[in-house]
């Protein structure tokens, strides 16, 4: 307790001022766990002028009992110094309560003497003090969500440690999380130096900061976190990225990473992880956004699903450069360049839109900017301007991902038009603020853009169904589920030039009667196989099962 003694002009009237910090909100999940909560902590403090000294040892052995801190270290602190004494600057909250309750009891046993003060006169008494010292950010499941959730830094202000923001939701989040106000009380006082709560008395209320509702359910996402953990080893990659989003709301139920952090223990090597590689990692895509490019190809009505394709048989040249396929094609259908993902086919469908056209179509499609405003530093990638897709080589290769980044947000956003009638939705990952009373209120939910027509919607769905049950993801097929996507691999660039270095993906949606979701993965440098379909794709199918398993899907099996 923090007493301030006043002394009025002409008399010797006594008053005292309690004060309460108010403190930082939480960050909950969408099922009501507190994945990040503030813990307050208190020191104890006593003037050993005023201890009795034939009750020295009675307060020794309470406060030992009280604190949980050994009598024989308490003795020692008090031999060290005549006066004011810290006996500990760790103090808990709920052992506060208690050691206040002792504070009061050991006055009312008269363990601590009235003296005269030489200054000014009057008789006081000093007795154990507990103090508010600051507060302690508290991640009470280690390192799940942690690149989302992201960490704080320490700021002390006069003798008292709060708490900053300085990644992810922590910072983007850290004016609403923040103390309102801090809450006091003051009035006269009596023999014992407590307030006596009367017409006169003045209590102002502390306001804590708002907590923080997700939409992400941590049953579920501490079981994709563990199969990513496994796949990484599996695979020897250097990453595994996953998110599942509603494709109707923009809810998203799952945003992990197999590169975590302890955020009160970080050490260098977790330096890497401390940022959300799911906005904050940008790359060349691959052949993911072969979709959203004969999208725009049917919405133009450029092209029609059952033309025929020449293959070239998987060589052909456009100016200087040469585009192969991993497999060879005759003839094929406009529809199977997408099932197959043909570089060839696709490379000459594009030289039928223009470079506006394109550029416009991918700008839609929400490349070149943020994916979700819930999240912070989102590095937006780029994608080549109208006037350098006016160049063939350009436009091929942009066709097929390359010439052009983006994040995993920004690539999932933009496949769940195909999976909501051409509507791409915000992913959502707070839901809402809570305040000190308990009342929840919705955060504001940005309008969903329509970047395509519900028939090319229907029709791309169609192909990407296709792709699955015939193409390149067939490991992703789960009976009596609508499964839907497309692979992608991407050479690495490093100093400028592509090295043999890969990263893979699998963009698609996962589909029962009543929910339907988007799902993207991204696999990082994978060692062994560099294929999609055998890197990415398991990915996707094992957070599929988990999905089922905990009833956020339901197959139609017929038993």
């Known amino acids: 307790m923090l007493v301030n003694v006043l002394k009025a002009r002409h008399t010797p009237s006594l008053y005292a001022k309690e004060s309460s910090k108010a403190q930082r909100g939480s960050i909950i999940s969408a099922d009501g766990f507190h994945l990040a ?32 801190i050994d009598a024989q270290k308490i003795r020692q602190r008090l031999k060290r110094r005549h006066g004011i004494v810290v006996l500990s600057y760790n103090i808990t909250q ?28 009057y008789r006081s008494i000093h007795g154990l003090s507990i103090i508010e010292s600051g507060e302690s950010r508290e991640y009470p499941y280690g390192d799940l969500l942690t ?38 009380s003051r009035g006269k006082r009596d023999v014992n130096s407590y307030i006596i709560l009367n017409k006169e008395s003045f209590t102002k209320q502390k306001i804590d900061g708002l907590d923080i509702k997700l939409t992400i359910p941590i049953s579920l996402e501490i079981k994709i976190e563990r199969m990513l953990d496994t796949m990484k080893k599996k695979l020897k990659a250097k990453q ?11 809810n998203v139920l799952a945003m992990a990473s197999s590169n975590r952090f302890l955020p009160k ?35 133009h009505k450029l092209v029609n699903p059952y033309d025929l394709v020449n293959g070239h048989n998987g060589h052909f040249k456009i100016g200087r450069k040469v585009i192969t396929d991993e497999h060879k094609f005759d003839w094929l259908s406009a529809e199977d360049v997408i099932v197959y993902s043909s570089n060839v ?41 109208p006037k350098r897709l006016e160049n063939e080589i350009y436009k091929a290769t942009c066709a097929y991902g390359y010439g052009m980044r983006a994040n995993l947000m920004q690539i999932l956003r933009a496949y769940s038009a195909f999976n909501n009638n051409g509507r791409m939705e915000y992913p959502r990952i707070v839901s809402a603020f809570i305040d000190e009373h308990g009342v929840s209120r919705a955060t504001d939910k940005l ?113």
């Open 37 to 68: 909560s503030t813990k307050k902590l208190y020191k104890a403090v006593v003037n050993t002028r005023y201890i009795d000294p034939q009750k020295k040892e009675l307060f020794i052995a309470l406060f030992s009992i009280y604190s949980g």
């Open 94 to 121: 709920i052992q506060a309560q208690y050691l206040k309750k002792l504070a009061r009891e050991l006055r009312r046993f008269r363990v601590f003497l009235e003296l005269k003060n030489p200054r000014t006169g």
């Open 147 to 184: 690149p989302i959730i992201g960490y704080p830094h320490k700021i002390e202000t006069d003798g008292y440690t709060h708490i900053k923001g300085v990644k992810g939701l922590e910072k983007r989040f850290d004016e609403e999380l923040q103390p309102r106000q801090d809450g006091y």
């Open 240 to 250: 595994i990225m996953i998110a599942i989003m509603n494709s109707s709301t923009g």
């Open 265 to 299: 223990h970080i050490k260098r090597s977790d330096y890497p992880s401390l940022r959300s590689g799911m906005t904050e990692y940008s790359f060349e895509p691959g052949s993911v956004i072969k979709p959203m490019t004969f999208s725009l190809l049917l919405e």
């Open 345 to 385: 086919g696709i490379a000459q469908l594009a030289q039928k839109l223009s470079g506006y056209e394109f550029y416009n179509g991918l700008d839609k499609f929400g490349f070149g900017h943020k994916s979700t405003p819930d999240m912070i530093y989102e590095r937006v990638g780029s994608i080549p301007s």
């Open 447 to 559: 309008e969903s853009v329509e970047v395509i027509s519900r028939t090319t919607a229907a029709k791309m769905k169609k192909i990407l169904i296709k792709t699955v049950n015939k193409g390149t993801g067939k490991k992703a097929r789960t009976p009596g589920l609508e499964i839907g996507g497309k692979t992608g691999t991407a050479h690495i660039v490093e100093k400028g030039k592509y090295v043999h270095k890969y990263n893979t993906a699998f963009m698609g949606f996962a589909n029962d009667a009543k929910h339907k979701y988007s799902i993207g993965v991204i696999v990082v440098q994978p060692k062994g196989s560099h294929f999609a379909s055998q890197t990415a794709v398991p990915v996707f199918k094992q957070a599929v099962d988990i999905m089922v398993e905990d009833g956020y899907l339901e197959p139609n099996v017929v038993k």
